[in-house]
């Protein structure tokens, strides 16, 4: 059942058994898990769809960042509006200590999350829950015979992508248990006398309304940087906010690194590489697309002390240099805005350079939508690297001065790609290299460390901000996802990874959603 915030009365208490806060991937997911049995309130600070007017209350500071109002989507469905599909588990090395990453570990393994990885791979719409890469191997496409101590391939799937707020809308409206309030936007959590547990969830909308929900379990699930945001602000009763006893909320921002950061030539009796490309194959009666990406082994990693990145191809139009054009530029950022569905308030200054440049406006166009035909012509590709974030305590979320139209603090965000990223993106550069070359395939190009370098972006992948450890001293929530010092309050999504790994999050961030609703189900039949 859907509702408009703004149409509640004034100093209305809404009453449920569980409110979540945010539908996207993370809060949708454990909504209609829970929703079976269980009265769930779900706020959304957004429509159906993004307008500007919402989007601006995400807008914060962010040196060297992307506009955090850009790298951010509210609304029904959250970023899955945009999402690109990517899917893949984390590997087991990430679950697991290394010294070199602070030595914060997972507080479980990665066959614990096996069975809502899984579960997630439903929702997310892909195929049977296999990534070894020969499975996945056939006549028309099959990995590089390669040096395996020198280069692995690994598999992707890709989801559709699932627009959840689309292909979960008729379930969400058909629930009698599910509540969905749109255009609510979380103010604060007011804690009992004790502080011990959280007695109200206050909720304030963009034309002046005003309410409460009271519930037994409140579950944020707004994002890496709205999550820590909203803690932040609930300091009446907890000085410096909900959950920051030890000054750890916010901290340990991760983000992955993306960067084009080379190239590939290919000798002209290289194999096909169709199997690097997006290709869709037929396994246990589903149609799945999958893709090959090239990593590093697994023994380099661990015994050089790197962190785990993967090198794959950009298609063959991405290396002409047309696209290297203002014209091109602000052809991919109208094309970004379409599919989101809103305008960026600068939107005239990349209409002006698409108009000054028609001939790299329209090369771009042409480049993106002819027909690609033969992939395996091209003999020079563009590869394009990103890596997993190192976990530092100076990457941060933090409150500044400024407020938004709710009168909230705006945030900002301290963010830089570690040296470690870069050292690891170069190492898998040579690795892949020595690869091609041993194999009388080719050879590889790094641009990284080089004159020119090419800036590195990051993937809008907000993580670790509430990172989930058992020692409160360590982490904001504990190994079932609770808050340390609020007995009823818990968080999911990704703020809670204490390591990244390279995999895109959504599928991890489904899984986890899935894990803490059979734990919140447990407990409220207790």
Known sequence: ?????????????????????GAGPAGLSLALQLSSSTRVCLLEAGGLRPDRATQDLLRGEGPGYLA?????????????????????PLDESVFRPRDWMGAVSWPFEREDLDPYYERAHELCELGPYEYDTSWWADESSAPLMLARDLTTTTVFQFSPPTRFGTTYRREVSDSPKLQVLLRAVATELVATESG????????????????????????????GI?????????????????????GLVG???????????????????????????????RRNGISTTVRGVFTMPREEVLSQRLVNCALFLLPPYEAHPALATKGADALRVLATSVRRGWLPPDIGRHVADAVRDPRGTMSAAYLRLRPQ???DRARRLRLRAYCEPLPRHDQRVALRRSRDALGRHRVR????????????MRRAHELMDAAFRQAGLGQVECLLGKPGEPPIEGGKHHMGTTRMHPDPKRGVVDQNSRVHGADNLFVTGSSVFPTAGYANPTLTIVALALRLADHLQARLAD
């Not at 970023?79 to 990517?86: A, F, H, I, L, N």
């Not at 965000?413 to 690891?424: V, Y």
């Open 68 to 88: 955090l109002e850009d790298a951010q989507l509210s609304c029904f469905g959250g970023t899955t509006r945009v999402w690109s599909g990517w899917c893949r």
């Open 373 to 375: 035909g033969d992939l």
């Open 196 to 223: 011990r547990r959280i007695d109200r969830l206050r909720v304030r909308t963009l034309t002046g309304g005003s309410f409460e929900v009271v519930a037994r379990l409140y579950v944020l699930a707004a994002g």
């Open 413 to 424: 965000l301290a963010w830089e790609p570690s040296d470690l990223a870069r050292r690891s």
């Open 251 to 281: 901290r340990y921002f991760m983000e992955h690194p993306y960067v084009n950061s080379g190239w590939l030539s290919l000798d002209r009796d290289c194999p096909s590489l169709a199997f690097y490309w997006p290709h869709r194959l």
């Open 1 to 21: 059942m859907f509702e408009d915030a703004r149409k509640i009365p004034l100093d209305t208490v809404v009453d449920a058994d569980v409110c979540v806060v």
């Open 226 to 246: 709205e999550n820590p945001r909203l803690l932040l602000l609930s300091d009446r009763s907890h000085t410096g906010g909900v959950g920051n006893e030890h």
